[in-house]
């Protein structure tokens, strides 16, 4: 079935350092993938998403990678700060859904510490 | 507009009780969705509308849950004869459908807690 999962659960990073966030997916079809930051209460927030013809994408701040061929997703933070903690999702449109429809398959999440 | 408001933002009820949630959509954003989420854990899919049309629904929306869109606005979502497993938190979001992936928001939830 379809999952996307993450490679590590937990990371901490030193402020003002980049971090790295990967994410595996399973479902070659997919053709669209977000990345989101929750923080403690609060609902997901929109980073910066791609599209399954792009191999990547730059925001403020933020980077985002998609290698197809091992359907591997990563996103890169820039010079850290203390309101980067938060827990990071990835997300992809699942296959077979309506077409644009936010089907999204998340995977577990990343919670990212950024020490001072 | 704000974004996606959800009311309420926490319910506790009794096991067996119904209760129901209301999200209001960013106001032009034709495409609401509801997920739910357990502690530790990215989102579910739970539903999809577009307009006052539920096209979608997984199969983790029990028969006693159920969702409307009455007006192609704000959308309920009702659980009837709670269970404590249906604790979790609910987000609802929306988007501007246009035929493409576009971007969704989302509101700040509704943690149920069934005791």
């Known amino acids: 079935g379809e999952s996307v999962g993450l490679h590590l659960p937990t990371l901490s990073v030193q402020e003002g350092d980049n971090s790295i966030i990967n994410c595996a997916y399973s479902?070659?079809?997919?053709?669209?993938f977000i990345w989101y930051k929750q923080e403690s209460g609060k609902g997901p927030q929109f980073i910066i998403d791609?599209?399954?013809?792009?191999d990547k994408r730059q925001g403020q701040r933020v980077t985002v990678l998609l290698n197809k061929t091992v359907k591997h997703l990563s996103l890169q933070i820039a010079a850290t700060q203390p309101g980067d903690s938060a827990v990071y999702f990835c997300?992809?449109?699942?296959?077979?859904?309506?077409?644009?429809?936010?089907?999204?398959?998340f995977g577990q999440g990343t919670r990212l510490t950024i020490n001072p | 507009d704000t974004g996606v408001s959800q009311d309420p933002r926490h319910k506790i009820t009794k096991r067996g009780q119904n209760v129901t949630f209301r999200c209001d959509p960013i106001?032009?954003?034709?495409?609401l969705y509801w997920y739910r989420q357990t502690l530790g854990q990215g989102p579910e899919f739970l539903t999809y509308?577009?307009?006052?049309?539920?096209?979608?629904k997984s199969r983790l929306l029990s028969d006693r849950f159920s969702a409307e869109r009455p007006k192609g606005s704000f959308s309920t979502l009702e659980i009837q004869r709670t269970e404590q497993g249906d604790s979790a938190m609910y987000l609802c979001?929306?988007?501007?459908?246009?035929?493409?992936?576009?971007?969704?928001?989302f509101g700040q939830g509704t943690r149920l807690t069934v005791v």
């Open positions: 979001a929306s988007s501007l459908g246009q035929g493409g992936n576009t971007e969704a928001f």
């Open positions: 479902n070659s079809a997919s053709d669209y």
């Open positions: 791609i599209r399954s013809n792009m």
């Open positions: 997300a992809e449109n699942g296959a077979g859904g309506i077409q644009g429809a936010q089907k999204l398959v």
């Open positions: 106001s032009e954003h034709n495409r």
């Open positions: 509308f577009q307009n006052e049309a539920q096209l979608e």
